[in-house]
């Protein structure tokens, strides 16, 4: 029998396409409606504190950023994990692994082709959810200049001040700060979903894929400061396995503070691209040695 080489992108983009179909007949875009509904209130919304300081415009958009950014973060997160999770369960159930693999395609293959489609389904849902955030900060921002302006008028401000004061509100909108944020949550999201391929390899259940990919998610997040506990603040009783320990489990479980890029983009700080370079870097590391670590575990499975 032929056998087909172990790598061919043309499979691979087949693959994908059939696992971003077969996420969207599961109606996993139904979370949007729930965006677009929490973006609508959140635009008019505004707290106690709203114009009732000099900088309540800007206050306003920060907040409308907030929360849609962390509402991005959740939906992303879910998707990564728990579509993944479902992938390799739902086609033994449906007995399509088996004729996949029989044809044959190589496991490799398969794997990233199956994450590739998590990764459009969550790159286009980032996207839709990216164009909601931008119209309505965009009509926001418009309005809450535009109340500015009138409030300078009647006030008499300098021209140097009502300048000023729209360069502030201006740059609290619509900025590429802010898309390099929401690049910075795809990126994460991404890692994610193959943390969630490489344990749903050798897990049995998709419940236990879940479960340990969001712990996996939350030490990531606390993984620098305990690095740097151990390293630094105990750095004299701390011994020599401790250290090693301490340098295996950073480069097991990833940074996640690296990529919260979010509040200082949320306030309208820039974002060098120093810096949003190499996350795409650390990302294609990390989401590089989880693949390869899921087809290591993947290829001697018996089905």
Not at 65 to 93: H, Q, R, V
Not at 131 to 149: F, G, K, P
Not at 240 to 253: G, H, P, T, V, Y
Not at 262 to 272: E, H
Request: glycine share 6%; aromatic share 12%; proline share 3%.
């Amino acid at each position: 029998m032929r056998r087909n080489g172990i790598f061919s992108p043309g499979r691979i983009l087949v693959i994908a396409g059939h696992t971003f179909t077969q996420l969207v007949r599961m109606k996993v875009f139904y979370f949007l409606a729930v965006f677009a509904l929490l973006m609508l209130a959140m635009s008019y919304f505004e707290g106690p504190w709203s114009r009732a300081a000099e900088d309540s415009a800007e206050q306003v958009l920060i907040d409308i950023k907030g929360w849609a950014t962390g509402a991005m973060l959740i939906f992303s997160t879910i998707i990564a994990i728990a579509s993944t999770a479902l992938l390799i369960p739902k086609d033994l159930e449906d007995r399509t692994l088996y004729t996949i693999l029989s044809k044959p395609v190589p496991r490799l293959d398969y794997l990233l082709g199956k994450l590739f489609g998590v990764f459009a389904l969550i790159a286009i849902s980032l996207l839709l959810m990216d164009v909601m955030l931008s119209v309505i900060l965009h009509l926001r921002t418009d309005d809450l200049l535009s109340q500015e302006m009138e409030i300078a008028k009647s006030l008499n401000w300098p021209p140097e001040y009502v300048a000023s004061r729209r360069e502030d509100i201006m740059n609290q909108g619509v900025t590429w700060g802010l898309q390099a944020g929401i690049g910075a949550l795809l990126m994460k999201a991404c890692i994610m979903a193959s943390i969630a391929l490489l344990i749903s390899t050798f897990s049995s259940s998709t419940l236990f894929t879940i479960v340990i990919s969001v712990v996996i998610f939350c030490i990531g997040h606390f993984t620098a400061d305990a690095r740097n506990y151990w390293l630094h603040t105990q750095a004299k009783n701390a011994s020599q396995e401790l250290k090693f320990f301490s340098q295996a489990i950073a480069l097991i479980f990833p940074d996640f503070q690296l990529y919260n890029i979010n509040d200082a983009a949320n306030k309208g700080k820039a974002v060098s691209p120093e810096l949003f370079g190499y996350l795409v870097k650390l990302t294609f590391f990390y989401t590089g040695i989880y693949s390869l670590l899921a087809w290591f575990t993947f290829r001697k499975k018996e089905f």
